[in-house]
């Protein structure tokens, strides 16, 4: 035994454990080819011994789904479309430009971090039901705009670039405009890509908001679809196996486009202390 | 045009660009803060004076009804209710944060080993965060079915009794608790890498080179090193605990008999069912300044 090096026996924990953590989700994959009887027999199958896209076929063609994908894809793309432009924008002003009252409206937005949606979210829904808002795809936008996370993040990152860049890019006749969209934000990459991954996170898997603010189930986002759905046809398993893999796959694919990102990230923004 | 007059407008028009020039670094900087300033001012600050004042009321959600002053926190007191959704939220708590922290910290020491295959590693840990309550629910109610799930399948094939999970009031929380560990664990790992890789080198090899064990080097090394990433996960996952809903919302609604029915998923009733908007309110308050005290507490325990 003495030939064996902790690394050696990490891998023996890490193996088993990293398997019956993706182990859940591999099996719903499987499940969501089998056909609803194969699911529902006893023992369960673990392998789609009678492949079919049954499942899909329905969420697809029965369902709402295809109209709640669709408002979800708008959700996200406006969510991560806010986030990129103002939290970027917000972030550069508050790590590099010199005006009145930057400390007050940093400290302010630093302030609402604290403060959990739980109190926010009856006066929003009064807010939004006086500005016509509720029971519309607006109310599940809105909301997703920007975030103090967000600015903050921005803020982080755009500290430690070093000064110079900008610098020799004003002498050579950049405005500040100039600066922020042709030096610095090519540089931001990184930073935002772990921006869009949280905004597309937040935003796609969002269900307390749209749960309150929306009712019509053609304005449903998938979540609120999802967690609607599963009530009404709990042993259809296959369509239900199908809805999730969908809703999923895009984050799981955006995920591992940018997790090398993440690491980094996570040690400019001072997240880790 | 008299010389004195055109002299006149010149002074005017340099003053005008002497005050422009003054003023464009404090507009060019609102220009680029104010967008987002006014959505998040407008969406965290406005609301939350505006829920205070709800708080004071006996809103029906439609109006807000009119000013109480402090009964909806008298009320909360003695409200059993919301004790036992307390309770069944304090047990919540304190099981998933020690144990997703935990569990984050020995996968990351696990991962920082600078093994093979650590890009699997941390997808597979990390892949559940993705997942959403919703998908997590529709998947938990699947595999811990006490008749078909597979959990039950795998538990009599080794010859143990089946058990109810989600249906059990006993085992409903503990379920919970194990399913977020499961899709909450891969934050604090992939936050505790992070830290373990800024480590220097050099301050780990000199205390192995000094004759320090392992376990002591990890304890009188590396675990202080950590310390501001610790601080921040668990202030991070109580706040995420505390808040605990939307698995709530897609598993158990908050049964059987009541044994899951957390605070904000009481809330998220009084206000949104029963509609009693300054109840709700006042609830999300209190709840707001626990988690301020909670935060607090751990930054001042940490700071001794």
Redesign the interface.
């Known amino acids: 035994m003495k030939h064996l090096k902790?690394?050696h026996l990490?891998?023996l924990?890490?193996m088993p454990?990293?398997?019956l953590?993706?182990a859940?989700?591999v099996?719903?994959v499987l499940?969501a080819f089998m056909p609803d009887a194969d699911i529902?027999s006893?023992?369960?199958k673990?392998w789609p011994e009678h492949p079919t896209l049954a499942g899909f076929e329905r969420i697809l063609t029965e369902d709402d789904y295809p109209r709640w994908l669709a408002n979800t894809v708008v959700v996200a793309v406006a969510a991560v479309l806010?986030h990129v432009?103002?939290?970027s924008?917000?972030g550069?002003?508050?790590a590099r430009?010199?005006?009145?009252?930057?400390g007050v409206?940093f400290a302010?937005?630093m302030?609402?971090i604290?403060?959990?949606?739980?109190?926010?979210?009856?006066?929003?829904?009064?807010?939004f039901k006086n500005l016509g808002l509720i029971d519309t795809l607006g109310a599940a936008i809105?909301?997703w705009?920007?975030?103090?996370f967000?600015?903050f993040l921005m803020r982080q990152f755009f500290l430690s670039l070093p000064r110079e860049l900008e610098e020799a890019a004003t002498i050579d006749g950049c405005g500040?405009v100039g600066v922020?969209v042709r030096v610095v934000l090519p540089l931001a990459r990184p930073a935002l890509a772990t921006l869009v991954v949280f905004t597309l996170?937040g935003s796609?898997?969002d269900?307390?908001w749209p749960?309150?603010a929306i009712s019509s189930e053609e304005h449903y986002t998938?979540?609120?679809g999802?967690?609607t759905f599963?009530g009404a046809r709990?042993t259809e398993?296959s369509a239900?196996?199908a809805?999730?893999v969908v809703?999923?796959l895009p984050?799981?694919a955006?995920?591992?486009l940018a997790?090398r990102h993440?690491?980094?990230t996570?040690?400019f923004s001072g997240?880790?202390? | 045009m008299t010389p004195a007059a055109t002299a006149v407008t010149a002074k005017v028009a340099a003053h005008r660009a002497a005050r422009r020039a003054r003023w464009l670094p404090h507009l060019t900087g609102w220009g680029f803060v104010l967008p987002a300033t006014l959505v998040i001012v407008g969406l965290s600050v406005f609301p939350a004076v505006w829920a205070l004042l709800l708080s004071l009321q006996d809103g029906d959600l439609l109006t807000g009804g009119s000013y109480v002053g402090l009964r909806n926190y008298a009320d909360l007191m003695g409200d059993a209710e919301l004790a036992a959704a307390t309770g069944h939220t304090l047990l919540y708590t304190v099981l998933f944060v020690p144990g997703s922290v935990a569990l984050g910290l020995l996968l990351a020491l696990a991962l920082n080993l600078r093994i093979r295959l650590i890009g699997f590693y941390r997808t597979c840990f990390f892949v559940p965060y993705v997942v959403s309550a919703a998908a997590t629910g529709i998947l938990a109610n699947f595999v811990f079915d006490p008749d078909f799930g597979i959990v039950n399948a795998a538990l009599k094939a080794v010859g143990l009794p089946p058990m109810g999970f989600l249906q059990d009031p006993d085992q409903a929380m503990l379920t919970l608790v194990v399913i977020s560990v499961w899709g909450g664990v891969g934050m604090p790992a992939v936050v505790y890498l992070a830290a373990l890789q800024d480590i220097p080198r050099e301050l780990v090899e000199a205390a192995r080179v000094d004759g320090g064990s392992g376990r002591h080097v990890l304890r009188h090394v590396v675990l202080p090193q950590l310390r501001p990433a610790t601080v921040f996960l668990v202030i991070w996952q109580t706040i995420t605990a505390l808040q605990l809903f939307d698995l709530v919302y897609t598993t158990t609604k908050g049964q059987p008999l009541d044994s899951t029915t957390t605070v904000v998923f009481y809330l998220y009733r009084q206000a949104f069912q029963l509609f009693h908007s300054g109840y709700g309110t006042a609830i999300a308050y209190v709840l707001f300044l626990v988690t301020l005290a909670v935060s607090g507490a751990v930054l001042w325990r940490s700071a001794r």
């Open positions: 902790p690394r990490a891998h924990v890490l454990l990293a398997l953590f993706v859940p989700l099996w719903m499940t529902n006893y023992p369960p673990l806010g432009v103002l939290c924008l917000a550069y002003g508050f430009l010199r005006f009145r009252g930057r409206a302010a937005l302030a609402t604290m403060v959990p949606t739980q109190v926010l979210m009856i006066p929003t829904f009064l807010l809105v909301p705009l920007a975030s103090a967000g600015v500040r922020f996170l796609w898997n269900l307390i749960l309150i998938l979540q609120l999802l967690a599963a709990h398993w239900l196996m809805g999730n809703a999923v984050l799981v955006a995920f591992v997790q993440f690491v980094a996570m040690s997240l880790k202390g």
